[in-house]
């Protein structure tokens, strides 16, 4: 069994490895054309994809989901028209392969281009949500890579449907019907044995929580890009403006608790922490924010009669994802980048101050993917910085960094026109 | 004992990380004082370094290595002058860090800068020769980068009388000392651990054989950049120039053979393979080149009296890094296009024709590093490529492919500023 298995997955990825070559080189005109036809063909299999979904719902792995996970495993109306006019909205974006980054001619006369190419074949391992598959599908092809897609066992019914448009798609277009893969089966030992495919499969995403993250890391041979957790820091410094600083924190922490861009951590100045705590705390109580603090902190705000809990050291580390936020009195910037380069996990984290000073040495020293100077911590996502569209947010410091769109699911080669040129 | 060594190497981490941190921020002119006064400490400490080195190959590692391996092992005095001149080249290159490479101002008003930054932490796992040691070293102090490196076991002592005069080049410079490190020890079990630590190293390089990337490969949690072998290809195309075709052939094979971008492969198109194999032949043979034919090739060549062997089915796909090539006959550019991408590495494949459109199809559709038209793969090099360094020639896909400098040694960073914007 599991000898097939093996073998399954192996021809799954020899046959993406054929696709990818052939996906290397084909027109946009293509790409965009089995995007537009998925997109039709995802609004009129709306009785078919409703159907799988509920196949799902009603599953044993469904059942012992959270509310909010069923919640997000179920598909409607709405939902697959807003699916189908993402693929659009991709279909809409430029082409980031054949792009030229760079052109030198060297004494000798060769003549070197260094142009953006596909990275080849990408696997990508997910949960739940079936906006997911069609996301990752989408954004591989677009960006001229073929994909293995291997999703949870919870939405297999609903991602089997999509993938059998997706094939549909690319076949009516005239591309290879290899060029998209799901994975046939939820067995973990069919995904190890994926993960050791590094002569057909180039990368591999895990998009999901930090224990598939980890399972991936340790198990993969193949590189892996990695969307690692987010404790995002914001840090009120002495020169702050305190409207500011406080609109700042308050959209940083409450606009989306749930994501890896929000705010989990607060930083005050000692000088500036007895004027500006208890208005954030009042405002942050308001919006069902638990403030988990530090002795300083909790000095000031015990007399004014905010309700506050002792911060364990543990919760100045913690990715919450949750209305919840530590909170420390700092005596210093100094002290603040110190303990933020210590306790974040470099991925955004932001500094209020009208000291420019001040904020040139945290942009410069804060060694995280996205820093900011008097700006929410929630602006870190591809759409936000006008990729149009995002496969993740990259916690590694190797290939991407930060948000990844088209152009992060690229690699490139060396082009080098010569006449006759030998080495002396 | 293993519990010690993992406390050992966790500790050499963490201050490394404590060391990129400060490194990854200090002006140029300090990282080029720390080099200047390294050129200087090797060039003065000759007597140190050669005793240092005859203690290696007087010692039982060193017995056991072949007679080249011995003399790249072996230092002298003319080697000495030469790291030392290599030291004082990378100082004069120019700094990589704090380069702007995009800059967006967004509807909303937020100026985001995509700016370049170190990587941060890079441990590089090499075998024996000692000018290793110090290449990689000022590679990443160039780069801002913290270095951890791990040696053979073969080389220690010449290892450790180069880190000695590191660190007092680093502490002379008012730098870190922990800016660069030697594992102190080369227990196999110390570098599993290392491999382990990805919270405080951020990228890992072997240099060495494959067996050493493959080990690499499979024990690090830590992100690898590898650098495989070489299976290189020259095709000589139906309307290529004889005499710059067997130029070229010639020079990708034979001078250098020891090297990844060395030519192991050669294909001719039918139609002028009779007219082309003999020349090219005798020229090889001249050079004491082995020729491995297939049935085609041996139909041309033994007529004519030239020797060959019948090639295996694994030829097709070896390195050989030696007076060795492979030969077969091929249909058609089709036919050369397809076996390259089987069968080749994916590092470096040249065609020889004079018909632009055939260039112009195997330039786009050979999906390896460095692809030429009428040029020696040889070619593919940090500094014929004009990076000024080179940490080596990566087969991945991710982050780098192909040659690596400075450049290839960095990350990126976002640094956001704004007016106060909060997400909507």
């Not at 404790?231 to 305190?242: E, K, P, S």
């Not at 922490?253 to 954030?280: G, T, Y």
């Not at 929410?376 to 930060?402: K, N, P, Q, V």
Request: proline content about 4%; overall charge neutral; hydrophobic content about 45%.
């Amino acid at each position: 069994m599991s000898a097939d298995l093996d073998q399954l997955v192996l021809s799954l990825a020899q046959r993406a490895r054929a696709a990818a070559l052939v996906l290397a080189t084909v027109p946009r005109s293509a790409k965009d054309a089995a995007l537009r036809q998925l997109a039709d063909l995802i609004e009129s299999s709306q009785a078919e994809l409703l159907a799988a979904n509920e196949r799902d719902l009603a599953g044993p792995d469904a059942a012992v989901l959270s509310a909010a996970a069923r919640d997000r495993l179920r598909l409607n109306e709405s939902r697959i028209k807003h699916l189908a006019e993402s693929v659009r909205e991709v279909a809409a974006l430029p082409d980031p392969v054949g792009d030229l980054l760079e052109e030198t001619r060297r004494p000798n006369g060769l003549l070197i281009r260094k142009v953006r190419v596909p990275i080849g074949v990408i696997a990508i391992i997910f949960e739940s949500r079936p906006n997911v598959t069609v996301d990752c599908a989408i954004l591989c092809l677009k960006s001229g890579n073929a994909s293995i897609l291997r999703g949870g066992k919870e939405s297999f019914h609903t991602n089997t449907a999509l993938a059998v448009l997706i094939t549909r798609a690319l076949v009516a277009a005239g591309l290879p019907a290899d060029a998209v893969q799901l994975v046939p089966t939820t067995d973990r030992s069919a995904l190890t044995s994926l993960l050791k495919l590094d002569t057909y499969i180039h990368c591999v995403i895990p998009r999901g929580g930090e224990g598939l993250i980890r399972f991936v890391a340790q198990n993969s041979t193949i590189p892996v890009i990695k969307h690692y957790k987010g404790v995002c820091f914001v840090y009120v410094d002495r020169a702050a403006d305190f409207a500011m600083a406080e609109a700042i924190t308050l959209n940083a922490k409450v606009q989306r608790p749930s994501a890896c861009n929000a705010a989990e951590q607060l930083l005050v100045h000692r000088d500036v922490a007895a004027q500006f705590l208890p208005a954030i705390a009042r405002a942050l109580h308001a919006n069902k924010v638990q403030l988990r603090t530090d002795a300083a902190a909790a000095a000031i705000l015990a007399p004014v009669g905010i309700p506050t809990q002792p911060a364990t050291a543990e919760d100045y580390s913690t990715e919450f994802l949750d209305y919840v936020i530590a909170v420390r009195v700092v005596d210093s910037i100094d002290a603040a980048i110190a303990t933020i380069n210590r306790d974040s996990s470099n991925h955004s984290d932001a500094i209020v101050t009208a000291d420019e000073a001040a904020a040139r040495r945290f942009l410069a020293e804060i060694d995280s993917a996205t820093v900011y100077w008097n700006a929410s911590t929630r602006f870190t996502d591809g759409f936000e910085f006008g990729y149009g569209a995002e496969i993740g947010i990259s916690t590694d410091r190797l290939h991407a960094r930060g948000p990844m769109g088209l152009r992060e699911l690229c690699s490139y080669k060396f082009i080098i026109e010569g006449t006759g040129q030998v080495r002396g």
